[in-house]
């Protein structure tokens, strides 16, 4: 957890050497973009934390966002467009993501086919679908009241994005440190023969895993949805990877078993205050991509070091 206790002096000190460069980095109004683009991050970081404790990680997670946003638009449009509508096309959404962490679940845990070759081919079926059955180009038509409570709405003067967020993030909490599900996700990550021994049911309890981080990638797909306004077929894009890096970033070991909600947290919030810094000061997207990727291995370099310690 060395990198979880170090983030919170990263992340000031790159807002700092940011706004050096570029003063609109430390306005109050970019501290709330970061605060709305972080919260749709860390409930995909947070989703990709359930698997890896696990000593897994869906790559498919991306495009699952992709297709839920698809499919829910495309419900909601042929229920009529109306705010009605909504219910029918979070419904399609949250069913789909299910049966996509189901798939992959059954396939790891009930066939014994790797994490990294089940979710990649899941990956390409998925991005097929959602290209496919949108014919490349967005949905639109979508109810107005989506984006005007879901993207623009607030409680409080917080944004909802962060509500949900914050939901998420109690919820997930609660459960890895409350619940029998929780304590047996870091028992099969830490030592998988010893959660045998112990009695726990893996099957189960890894389907669990799989599509309850899927359903949650719906959770953030629909948001997202709600913020552009349309669906859009390439909506995941880089997700994966991000959410990926935020996990690892903030602390929770690949090797399975160490980690939390919080460290997918702070993670997000960190990747999010370089991402927002380095788009400021115009960096090219390409050398974000190779930023991030670095960061990625620093950190597994890291904790592995901390690990032999």
Do not use: H
């Not at 000593?55 to 699952?64: H, I, Q």
């Not at 914050?166 to 998988?192: D, E, H, M, Q, W």
């Not at 309890?205 to 949805?225: E, F, N, P, R, S």
């Amino acid at each position: 957890m060395l990198l979880a206790a170090r983030l919170p002096i990263a992340i000031v000190v790159t807002l700092v050497l940011f706004g050096l460069v570029e003063p609109r980095v430390l306005s109050l109004g970019n501290f709330r973009n970061i605060a709305i683009q972080a919260s749709y991050l860390s409930i995909f970081a947070m989703a990709q934390t359930m698997v890896i404790l696990t000593r897994g990680f869906d790559l498919s997670l991306g495009y699952t966002v992709s297709l839920v946003s698809v499919v829910a638009s495309m419900a909601m449009v042929a229920m009529g467009g109306g705010d009605a509508s909504i219910l029918y096309g979070v419904g399609a959404g949250v069913l789909i993501a299910a049966l996509i962490g189901l798939a992959n679940g059954l396939l790891i845990a009930g066939i014994g086919i790797n994490p990294l070759v089940t979710t990649l081919g899941m990956a390409n079926i998925v991005m097929a679908l959602s290209s496919t059955i949108s014919g490349g180009f967005p949905v639109t038509g979508l109810p107005r009241g989506l984006t005007a409570e879901f993207a623009q709405g607030s409680l409080m003067s917080i944004p909802i994005p962060i509500w949900f967020a914050g939901l998420v993030y109690t919820l997930l909490f609660l459960t890895l440190k409350a619940t029998k599900f929780g304590r047996s996700l870091y028992i099969i990550g830490a030592n998988p023969r010893a959660a045998v021994a112990a009695g726990i049911r893996t099957l189960p309890v890894l389907v669990l895993a799989y599509t309850l981080c899927a359903v949650l990638a719906a959770l953030g797909a629909l948001l997202l949805t709600a913020r552009t306004g349309s669906g859009e077929p390439n909506l995941g894009g880089n997700l994966t990877l991000e959410a990926i890096a935020a996990a690892v970033v903030g602390g929770v070991r690949l090797s399975g078993g160490e980690g939390g909600v919080g460290a997918a947290l702070l993670g997000a919030l960190f990747i999010t205050v370089l991402s927002n810094g380095m788009n400021l000061v115009q960096i090219d997207g390409y050398l974000q991509q190779i930023c991030l990727g670095v960061i990625i291995i620093v950190s597994l370099i890291v904790n592995r070091d901390v690990a032999r310690r």
